[in-house]
């Protein structure tokens, strides 16, 4: 294997090397060679790093990507040069890396240059281990929840805020927004991508459009709640206040029966039995899936029952345009881990806590129309609160004004914290824009589809009976203290302002809108 005259850097000629080189004796592959190297090494250095220091990232797969994505590229680069070294060599022509470069079949490199081959390789490496540990760094900063809220995401602060007072505030963005796998991840920052520009380019929506679509949060809202779970009844206790001179209280106590999902142990009755169990599919005229016009029920032995508005029934042209959706968990628990609250749910909350002082005449009243004030910004907010608890006390009740100054002084300061964690004007982000659809008060929510106009061919509705979803077991109101041993049916609902009973259907989201409306 060896040219006529004297080799590289002297070296005599050797019978050996009177043959033709090998076809992989080029350039071409030379350098495929050397990236098929550095990217060997680099893919060892990153496994090990990751191995010791015991990461558990879930980015070693990506980190890798750089490494075998260069290995297979020298790879090619290694092919293309044999089969263009053979097609030279065929027509008597012969590649001048061999004049340089001599490797021997027990692997020994001689030639010019010898101490350059392992620098070429070790720099390579290096460059690309770093390339391979900022990615990894990148990866996990671009998936944090201070970027997800705070950094490139500043718009989505109004969700950032409210994620922070939810039962989800532990589990990371991204177990949510992000699928599992390399589709998920794709798909996740390719959307990303179109944020950015629209960050950029000033052509955010305002508000953020919800709820997401073209994702099935089911399998995600699974991956730590099991479904086949026997939840059964669930107490809830709710305290609603009224406003006036004496500003009391009403306390109900009921047991919601959830039930148990599509595998559970035990045949029963239940919200999740209903919905989960049984297959439900609706069409919904809206985005927001707040106008929902037709619904269709498949139980568990195949039989399936339809229902439609009637008083604006599905057109033909609706029927062909608008998706059938089969409900998952957020198409009831709408706002799992960024509820905003609304101006009178959050008063009663902080009545409730002594937050705001309860012994102040006619807080309530004075505290949600403050909070639900027409603001076009967080500072215009802050100071009209104050000017309206300030002006609605000194006009009709200025002898409190003076008498309960410390009193008003600390509910104006409570009222800017409230607001400043569910209202945000700058992006037109509260309670109307992102409605809680696991209620019925201060949005349709249930009474989308359970609703006495949602009827099928014979006229029957979806179940509009309180019974069947909860039971009331405890009411404490202005006029009496109910309390029942029928546990599942529990007594009829006493309206706190009135105390009447209803017994019959009525829309509470015609009255109870979340905000000042109440006290028109």
């Known amino acids: 294997m060896s040219d006529s005259g004297d080799g590289p850097r002297g070296i005599p000629p050797t019978p050996e090397r009177s043959a033709a080189p090998h076809p992989i004796y080029n350039w071409m592959s030379g350098i495929g060679a050397a990236l098929v190297a550095v990217g060997f090494t680099g893919a060892v250095f990153l496994t090990l790093i990751d191995v010791i220091l015991g990461r558990g990232s879930g980015y070693t797969g990506l980190a890798l990507l750089p490494p075998v994505g260069l290995m297979g590229i020298g790879m090619l680069l290694v092919l293309g040069g044999w089969l263009r070294e053979r097609r030279r060599q065929a027509h008597g022509r012969r590649s001048s890396f061999y004049e340089t470069w001599v490797v021997d079949p027990w692997g020994v490199v001689r030639g010019r240059g010898l101490w350059f081959v392992p620098l070429v390789v070790a720099a390579g490496t290096f460059v690309l281990f770093g390339a391979g540990v900022g990615t990894v760094g990148l990866f996990e900063v671009s ?167 009637q008083s604006k029934p599905l057109s033909d042209a609706e029927r062909g345009s608008l998706p059938v959706r089969t409900m998952e968990c957020v198409d009831c628990h709408s706002r799992p881990a960024h509820r905003f609250l609304s101006a009178a749910e959050s008063v009663d909350r902080a009545l409730e806590g002594g937050l705001l002082p309860r012994d102040l005449p006619y807080i309530k009243e004075v505290a949600v129309r403050a909070l639900d004030g027409a603001y076009e910004s967080t500072p215009a907010a802050l100071e009209g609160i104050d000017r309206h608890v300030r002006e609605s006390y000194e006009k009709e009740h200025p002898e409190l004004l003076k008498q309960r100054a410390e009193a008003v002084e600390a509910s104006i300061a409570m009222l800017r914290k409230i607001y400043q964690r569910t209202t945000f004007p700058e992006m037109k982000a509260d309670w109307r824009a992102h409605p809680d659809n696991s209620g019925h008060l201060n949005s349709p929510g249930c009474f989308r589809c359970h609703n006495d106009g949602m009827v099928d061919s014979g006229g029957r509705s979806i179940v509009t009976d309180c019974t069947a979803c909860h039971a009331v077991v405890a009411q404490t109101t202005t006029s009496a203290a109910l309390t029942t041993a029928d546990f599942e049916k529990g007594e009829p609902f006493v309206h706190p302002a009135d105390g009447s009973a209803f017994d019959q259907f009525m829309l509470c989201s015609d009255c109870h809108t979340g905000g000042k409306e109440l006290y028109q």
């Open 143 to 309: 998936e944090s929840n201070t970027f997800c809220t705070a950094a490139c995401h500043a718009v989505m602060g109004p969700e950032g805020t409210a994620y922070s007072y939810t039962a989800h505030s532990r589990i990371a963005c991204v177990e949510c927004h992000v699928g599992a796998g390399p589709e998920g991840f794709l798909s996740a920052k390719l959307g990303g991508m179109r944020q950015l520009y629209a960050v950029a380019s000033d052509t955010v929506s305002r508000p953020i459009p919800t709820p997401v679509h073209g994702v099935n949060m089911r399998t995600r809202c699974e991956g730590c709640h099991l479904p086949e779970r026997d939840v059964g009844y669930v107490g809830r206790v709710h305290a609603y206040f009224l406003s006036g001179e004496d500003v009391k209280s009403d306390r109900m106590v009921m047991m919601v029966n959830v039930g148990r999902g599509p595998r559970g142990l035990l045949p029963g009755q239940g919200v999740h039995n209903k919905h989960i169990a049984e297959k439900v599919e609706f069409i919904a005229r809206d985005p927001q899936r707040q106008q929902i016009a037709w619904v269709r029920v498949t139980d568990q032995k195949g039989n399936t029952r339809e229902y439609q508005a």
